[in-house]
């Protein structure tokens, strides 16, 4: 199988985490992705930052992967663009690249 989707939880030195969707592709890069509703665009802050990033950790950890880890958001109306957006996400998709127009 090329590809594999699914949730994920984990736990790793006792913290424990959880991932909405998991994408492992065979092409060495795990996509995990973050989903968040909001009626504006959706703001990382520090606090959510420093989850993000232990999320991530504990997922390497647990899953004792060599892949390629990239974080995506998948959000209502979009990632809000800050420092922390920069540093962490890899890729965002909103709820208009879901829906499809078949008028």
């Known amino acids: 199988m090329g590809t594999s989707v699914g949730s994920w939880r984990g736990k790793s030195k006792d913290i424990g985490a959880q991932r909405d969707m998991t994408i492992d592709k065979k092409d ?24 993000l990033r232990n999320k991530v950790g504990v997922y390497k950890a647990s899953a004792n992967t060599k892949s390629a880890v990239h974080l995506i958001m998948v959000t209502t109306y979009g990632l809000k663009k800050n420092a922390y957006s920069n540093a962490l996400v890899h890729n965002e998709i909103t709820m208009n690249d879901l829906l499809v127009d078949i008028t």
């Open 28 to 51: 060495g890069v795990v996509n995990i992705c973050e989903m968040k509703f909001s009626i504006n665009e959706y703001a990382i802050t520090k606090d959510y930052a420093t989850k």
